[in-house]
């Protein structure tokens, strides 16, 4: 039943050029004729011929209607000449033509011109005939002259200096020249003094920990506080902190580099940096810093003295001291001993019990003991 509704209907066309009768779909809107190949368009059923010349390659084929139009005058023919490449049906029926003999090269040669014309270093020379024509290199010149303008030539010639900047040019604010520089030793390192033989050397900052070059004992540079009361030995090059409610008791055993105590204290101390005290407390043992604070309202005991460069007491200190540079007692320091300095700075109202001894010689290095043995361990 379906298939009545899809069977192709076909349409019988006549070729417009030859006549030639052929069947094509009904929905045809173009087609070539099967007997002549020429191509021709469909409207409403039948075969109309495509407007306009019909060029194949290098010949011209005009439209059958046109054989039966009437001549068209001379000036408006078109030319068959041998030059011309358009042939219309007429002569494609007559038959190929000849090939027209291909013109005579001419056997004279462009004259040449001087290699000092070519590039531009002499005049352009006028055009001779071939009879008196000249080599090139006739007027080329010299290899002297030629050499004056290349590249190995200026740079020889060449004495001119790269230019120098002026001496007072502007330049920053804060601009040093190199040599004036402060130059800063060891700006990045840190002092850390051996635990067992007291040798000192240079560390990174950056250092977790070391070992000491004269004895090889192992060195930790952690920070630590300590924020409640504590009885154990704690040895460090870096710095420790006892907080207010800390505190080190019970004759405990510490060693640091900087040594901050805001609480309560009854221990040994081994400070190689800066000691401030805050509170008051108990040092076992002969301490040994660089820098000692004891601040006001404070009470510290050293019952095996002090050896310190600087000082400054704001509080109350018990025992004797020695200070290889400077002691300064506030107005409310007291200094309970006797005492040993390169030089003594105490204000009104402070003041000094014992007796006080003033040398510029006097000195607060350790000693250095002896270095580690392998045959002895401990």
């Not at 270093?121 to 090139?136: G, M, P, R, V, W």
């Not at 700075?345 to 607060?364: C, Q, Y």
């Amino acid at each position: 039943m379906f298939r009545s509704f899809h069977k192709s209907k076909t349409v019988l066309l006549d070729c417009p050029y030859c006549g030639n009768t052929q069947a094509e779909p009904a929905l045809v809107i173009s087609s070539y004729c099967r007997e002549c190949g020429e191509h021709f368009r469909v409207q409403k059923g039948k075969a109309i011929a495509s407007p306009g010349a019909r060029v194949t390659g290098v010949a011209e084929i005009r439209k059958h209607e046109e054989k039966k139009s009437p001549p068209k005058e001379e000036s408006q023919k078109v030319e068959t000449s041998e030059d011309a490449w358009l042939v219309t049906a007429e002569e494609k029926d007559k038959g190929a033509r000849p090939l027209s003999k291909p013109a005579p090269e001419d056997d004279s040669t462009d004259e040449g011109i001087s290699a000092g014309a070519f590039f531009g270093l002499a005049e352009d020379e006028e055009e001779t005939s071939s009879s008196s024509k000249k080599s090139i290199g006739d007027k080329a010149q010299s290899r002297e002259i030629l050499a004056e303008g290349s590249m190995g030539t200026l740079l020889q010639n060449q004495t001119e200096t790269a230019p120098q900047l002026p001496e007072k040019e502007k330049m920053p604010a804060n601009y040093k020249p190199p040599g004036k520089k402060k130059k800063t030793e060891h700006a990045s390192e840190l002092t850390v003094r051996c635990f067992r033989c007291y040798h000192i050397q240079k560390v990174s900052r950056f250092a977790k920990s070391t070992q000491c070059e004269r004895c090889s004992v192992y060195i930790s540079l952690a920070n630590y506080e300590i924020k409640a009361n504590k009885c154990h030995t704690l040895r460090t090059r870096g710095d420790i902190v006892i907080s207010r409610r800390g505190g080190l008791i019970n004759n405990s055993e510490i060693a640091c580099h900087n040594l901050t105590v805001n609480g309560a204290i009854d221990a040994r101390v081994d400070c190689s940096g800066t000691a401030v005290f805050r509170h008051s407390g108990i040092v076992h043992g002969q301490l040994f810093c660089q820098k000692l604070i004891v601040e006001k309202n404070c009470e510290v005991s050293f019952p095996d003295g002090v050896k310190t460069e600087r000082a400054e007491i704001h509080g109350h200190l018990t025992g004797n001291m020695t200070c290889s540079k400077i002691l300064r007692v506030s107005r409310a320091g007291i200094v309970e001993g006797n005492v040993v300095a390169a030089e003594t700075d105490i204000k009104d109202g402070g003041r000094i019990s014992g007796e006080t001894e003033i040398k510029a010689d006097v000195k607060t290095d350790l000693p250095l003991k002896m270095g580690f043995n392998p045959t002895i361990i401990g």
